[in-house]
């Protein structure tokens, strides 16, 4: 309807100026019957002509907004024709968004089932965890052998690595079994159990705290393998570590006031600045260049040891019983050996081999001694053994 009466009036619009030209040639002038010279047209053909070009104007500019009405709707169209062309994929689009929701519900809802179904699990797992650690207490506290040595078995069970989270509590318990042995052949078990507990938790241990403080005091612990192990500042005080193995051990500042260290195989290990006063270090081996200087082993029955090529500068010896040790290349300077007991052994083993033993100090009918010794070798042209 609209397009029909924009035709309409661009017709009418092209035809108007015709119309005025022809309306203006028909007109007929009004008769004279003299002749007159030319005159301006009177104001009312001019306000005609204004009239007209108002009309005139008036025309193009509703048609000049009928073809933007035009343009527009053809716009329009050209829209939804475009909306009309994508509609499908809009609705697939979001039929997809609307089932990933769904699915990522279900996902969410099933993780939640599973983390709740593990936390579960593993509350029970403590629970029963600690009803069989209650018993295991009880069991490694029996005065028959055969029940500490079942007990003994279920905590090794407790030492495997899907068991980890056990460890520290299986190890604590081992060390407080150990402290009241039954000698009787549950001790070894445990002391089996406890050597394999040991290699497992004290490196982790350490690792979540450097400064760790181990106490193995009063620990019966005897043939023990804890070699290499980092045993740092541990107190090992009165602890029964006989025929123990401990090659290169950290046993740095140790205290172990009367341990038994008798026949320990301690080949270079760490003592350093380590506490060792009245220990047993009968026929004990710290050789291979252990490192003992600054140790105080004041008092200690060392009979029988054996120190060759140990560091023992300024380490403590004092009233401490030597007979039968060997020092042969070990380092002795600004050793104390005040009140020491030597046989004839130990000092020819001083003047014939050890190094730097003139820097240390010895009672002076000891030093008299190692010097008759060095002036014998010495011309013997040979070591005394």
Request: charged share 25%.
């Amino acid at each position: 309807m609209r397009v029909h009466l924009m035709i309409s009036l661009v017709v009418a619009a092209a035809a108007g100026p015709f119309l005025a030209v022809g309306g203006a040639l028909g007109q007929t002038p009004a008769p004279s019957s003299t002749a007159s010279p030319a005159v301006t047209a009177p104001p009312t053909s001019t306000a005609a002509a204004g009239g007209e070009d108002l009309d005139r104007k008036k025309l193009e500019a509703e048609i000049a907004k009928l073809a933007e009405e035009k343009e527009k709707l053809s716009d329009d169209h050209g829209t939804l024709a475009d909306i009309a062309r994508i509609a499908p994929f809009v609705t697939a689009i979001v039929g997809l968004c609307a089932l990933f929701g769904t699915l990522w519900k279900q996902i969410e809802e099933t993780g939640r089932a599973k983390a709740d179904e593990v936390e579960q699990r593993k509350k029970d797992r403590l629970q029963r965890f600690d009803e069989q650690f209650d018993q295991m207490v009880t069991q490694l506290g029996s005065t028959d052998p055969a029940i500490r040595a079942a007990a003994t078995t279920r905590v090794a069970s407790f030492l495997k690595p899907d068991q980890q989270e056990f460890h520290e509590q299986v190890f604590l318990l081992l060390i407080t079994a150990l402290r009241y042995p039954r000698g009787d052949v549950g001790d070894k078990i445990v002391a089996r159990t406890f050597q394999r507990a040991a290699h497992a938790q004290i490196p982790v241990l350490r690792g979540e705290t450097s400064d760790l403080q181990l106490d193995f005091s009063h620990c019966s612990i005897g043939r023990v393998d804890l070699s290499g192990l980092d045993l740092r500042g541990a107190d090992i005080g009165f602890a029964d570590m006989h025929g123990a193995r401990l090659v290169k051990t950290n046993l740095r500042r140790v205290a172990g006031y009367g341990v038994d260290l008798s026949g320990a195989t301690l080949t270079g290990a760490d003592l350093l600045e380590a506490r060792l006063l009245e220990a047993k270090l009968v026929r004990a081996r710290l050789t291979g260049g252990a490192n003992l200087v600054s140790a105080k082993l004041k008092r200690a029955d060392a009979r029988g040891a054996h120190f060759l090529q140990a560091q023992l500068q300024e380490a403590h010896f004092e009233d401490a019983d030597l007979r039968g040790a060997r020092f042969e290349q070990a380092n002795l300077n600004n050793a104390y050996f005040e009140g020491a007991t030597f046989d004839d052994s130990a000092l020819a083993s001083i003047a014939g081999g050890a190094v730097h033993w003139r820097e240390a100090r010895f009672d002076a009918t000891v030093r008299e001694k190692l010097e008759q010794l060095s002036s014998a070798a010495k011309k013997k042209g040979a070591r005394p053994h």
